[in-house]
C-alpha cells in the first residue's frame, strides 16, 4: 500500500452500523470495533492478504484501533497505543507499545456472501453468550438486514466500475494480542483478543475499499 492509503472510519458512524455493533457487544460480551479504509489500488482475491498484512503492519491501523476504541467508548486501548507526538506507554527493552502480534499470519479464508451473512446472523443468535443475550430470530434479522443496507450501499466512494463487487473473507485472529485468559501468563498490553472462538476477524471489500469486522467475546 502507498501512501494514498486513508482511514474511512468517519464512514462507520451510521445508526444501522451502531445498532449491530452494539448488539453484538450485548451478545458476545464483546469490544467490537468496524474499521473501514480506502488502499492505493483495487483488492482483489488474489492481492487482499498482502494488503490486509501491509495495512495490519502501518502506523495507520493502531491509530484506527484506538480512534475506534474511543467511539465506541470502551478506552480499553487509550495510554498504551501512542498517538501522534505523544510517545505513550514504552514496552520491554524499550521502544513503543504495540498492538499487533509478532508473527502472526492473518490468513485470508475466502467467504461466500452467503457466509457471510450468516457469519453475522451467529454473532446475534448461535455465538457464545455469558450473560444469555441472544437475540430473537426475527430481530437479528432485522438487525443484520439493516447493516447489510448499510456497509455494502454502492453510493459514495464504494461506487466503480460494475465488475467491483463485494468480495468476503474470514481472517485468523492471530494479529492482536491476547488478554492471555485462557494461558493464564501476563499480558503484555494493549490487548484486543481473548483467544477463544469468540475471536473473529472479517474482511468485506469492494474496489480500493475495505472494512475489517472484530469480535473479541469474553466468557
Known amino acids: 500500500m502507498g501512501a494514498t492509503v486513508q482511514s474511512l472510519l468517519a464512514e462507520v458512524d451510521r445508526a444501522a452500523i451502531d445498532r449491530f455493533l452494539s448488539a453484538v457487544d450485548s451478545v ?11 488502499a492505493d489500488q483495487p483488492l482483489t482475491v488474489g492481492n487482499r492478504q498482502g494488503v490486509l498484512e501491509a495495512y495490519l503492519r502501518s502506523d495507520l491501523f493502531e491509530q484506527m484501533m484506538l480512534e475506534a476504541d474511543r467511539q465506541r467508548e470502551w478506552y480499553n486501548l487509550s495510554g498504551f497505543i501512542a498517538e501522534p507526538g505523544e510517545s505513550g506507554d514504552a514496552a520491554p527493552g524499550g521502544g513503543p507499545v504495540r498492538l499487533l502480534r509478532e508473527g502472526f499470519q492473518a490468513a485470508v479464508t475466502p467467504l461466500g456472501e452467503g457466509e457471510f451473512a450468516q457469519r453475522l446472523h451467529w454473532m446475534l443468535s448461535r455465538a457464545p453468550s455469558p450473560y444469555s443475550r441472544r437475540l430473537p430470530t426475527a430481530e437479528a434479522d432485522q438487525v443484520v438486514q439493516d447493516f447489510l443496507r448499510e456497509v455494502l450501499a454502492p453510493a459514495g466512494r464504494d461506487g466503480g466500475p460494475a ?5 468476503f473473507a474470514s481472517v485468523e485472529p492471530d494479529f492482536l494480542r491476547s488478554s492471555e485468559y485462557y494461558t493464564q501468563e501476563p499480558p503484555l498490553r494493549p490487548v484486543y483478543f481473548d483467544g477463544s472462538e469468540s475471536d473473529t476477524a472479517t474482511l468485506f471489500h469492494r474496489g480500493p475499499v475495505f472494512c475489517l469486522l472484530l469480535t473479541n467475546g469474553s466468557p
Not at 465488475?163 to 468480495?167: D, K, L, P, Q, T
Open 163 to 167: 465488475e467491483w463487487g463485494w468480495a
Open 28 to 38: 458476545m460480551n464483546s469490544n467490537t470495533l468496524l474499521l473501514k479504509v480506502e
